[in-house]
Structures are given as C-alpha cells and as structure tokens.
C-alpha cells in the first residue's frame, strides 16, 4: 500500500532563513506526491505536485520541493521563510493501488513554526 | 478562484442525533471525497464517489455513514447516529478529470462537528 511518512512532528526556523519539511514515501509503481498546507482552522490548500518530468518543482508562496527516487524522499523546501508561513504541512501520495479515484494518502503532518 | 464550498463550519449535535455535513463541489470537477481529521491528528480518508456512486471507501465509513447527489450541485455526507467519536473536522474535496488521477485535490474549509 501507498504511504507518506513525515519525520518531523514540528520545524522550527528564523525568518529569513531556509526550510525544510521532510517528507519520505513508499509506493508500488510511479509515485505521485502532493504537498499541502493547513492553516489554523482552515482547510488543506494546494501548494504543489510531482508527477513526472523535473526532479525540482515549484509551486505556490515561493514553495518548492525535490523529489528523490533513490531516497525516496520529498522534501518541501523555500529559500527564505516568513512568519506568515507558520502553518501545518502534510505531505500526501495518491493511493494508485485504487483505481483511478485518485485518493490521497497523507502523512501525519509537520507543523512549522517560523520565529521573527 | 473557483472552490468548494461547506456548510455548516460547525455544528454541535447530541448523541445519537443525524447530521448531514454539505458540500457544494467545485462546478466542472467530477470526483468527490470527504475526509476527516480529529483534532490533532492526520487527515484520514473517508469515501469517494463519481458517476453517483462511491467508488471507494475506507473501514471508518460503515453503515453509520452515507454520501449523497442529490441535485447535481451538492454533495452531502450523512451520519445517521452520531457517536462522541465522530466529533472531528469533515473536509469536503473535489477534483476535475484528470489523466490517471493526477490533478490535486481541491479542499473546502471544513465543517467542524462535536458530539456531545
């Protein structure tokens, strides 16, 4: 079965500074992954996809992340964060064992605290 | 920006009471899903439904529960008898036709539930 795992419960980070929210997987065929972000008492907002093609992708807020297949890993990355960024991240894959529902497996979720 | 839209954001309902959580899908997106999360912890995959069935559902979605189209336009999820544990946040996605179920999952805002 298809599953995401996010390492870290909290991130802490100066503003300014860069960022990381880890994020590994485990998929049988071609993973497909997704991050999204969840602001207090909001629902989940899309920031970004790896399909296929460039191992690098951008996405929303300056957002990027890298996607690994030999360390299975996607990382959320941005090169200097803000305060407004504090939020909580959830990495998910599509659970491709399922047809084409097109289901979305998450992690447990990362909350980052960015610190001014 | 199109989205989805959710009512109501909360309501509080007595044990063993029906409530029925609505959606309103963004327009041209043909999968729909609800989700939920309990506070604190991952979101968790509830049931998707297109072409007016559910294609897919998981173990937490028992007869309790039951998803609706009732007009084309809403989507609406049931709880026939609430239970204390069905107090969570229920999100409401949607996405639009994609090759291979590739395209992101649109979330509304959430319908906050407590039972008491």
């Known amino acids: 079965a298809q599953s995401v795992a996010q390492p870290e419960d909290q991130v802490n980070v100066a503003e300014g500074n860069p960022l990381t929210v880890k994020c590994t997987y485990s998929?049988?065929?071609?993973?497909?992954l997704f991050w999204y972000v969840q602001y207090p008492n909001r629902g989940l907002q899309f920031l970004l996809k790896?399909?296929?093609?460039?191992?690098l992708v951008k996405g929303s807020y300056g957002f990027e992340a890298e996607f690994n297949k030999s360390q299975t890993s996607f990382h959320l990355k941005k090169p200097s964060a803000l305060v407004s960024d504090s939020a909580l991240y959830f990495c998910a894959v599509r659970d491709g064992g399922s047809g084409n529902t097109g289901k979305l497996i998450f992690g447990q979720g990362t909350t980052l605290q960015v610190k001014p | 920006e199109p989205e989805v839209t959710q009512t109501p954001s909360h309501q509080v309902t007595q044990m063993g009471q029906e409530v029925i959580l609505r959606c309103v899908p963004i327009?041209?997106?043909?999968?729909f899903y609800w989700y939920r999360q309990i506070l604190g912890q991952k979101v968790e995959f509830l049931v998707s439904f297109y072409n007016n069935e559910i294609s897919e559902k998981s173990e937490i979605f028992d007869d309790q529960f039951s998803v609706e189209r009732p007009d084309g336009s809403n989507f609406t999820l049931k709880i026939r008898s609430t239970k204390l544990e069905d107090s969570a946040m229920y999100f409401c996605?949607?996405?639009?036709?994609?090759?291979?179920?590739?395209?992101?999952?649109?979330f509304g805002e959430g319908s906050r539930l407590t039972v008491l």
């Open positions: 790896y399909i296929t093609g460039d191992n």
């Open positions: 996605a949607s996405r639009r036709q994609g090759s291979s179920g590739t395209g992101e999952l649109f």
């Open positions: 998929v049988s065929g071609n993973p497909y």
């Open positions: 327009s041209n997106h043909l999968y």
